[in-house]
């Protein structure tokens, strides 16, 4: 959205404003190699390579777990 405020027709203030940016959540091994990663949009990703099954998703959820010891 970008709006222009005038008094007296002087320019006083012009802006631009912007959704938030939703986050990335990352889920790291121990020596901080992503292991999982889920976007804003729903892609999931698994050691840098888009998920396309839920067989990954688990076991990408437990090569994350593995590596911190559970």
Do not use: W
Not at 5 to 21: E, R
Request: aromatic letters at 8%.
């Amino acid at each position: 959205m970008k709006g222009d405020l005038f008094i007296n027709k002087d320019q006083v203030i012009s802006a631009t404003l912007s959704a938030p940016v939703a986050p990335t959540i990352f889920f790291k091994g121990k020596e901080d190699i992503e292991i999982l990663r889920l976007e804003p949009n729903g892609d999931i990703f698994i050691r840098g390579r888009l998920v396309e099954n839920d067989k990954q998703i688990t076991d990408g959820l437990r090569q994350f777990l593995l590596s911190h010891g559970y």
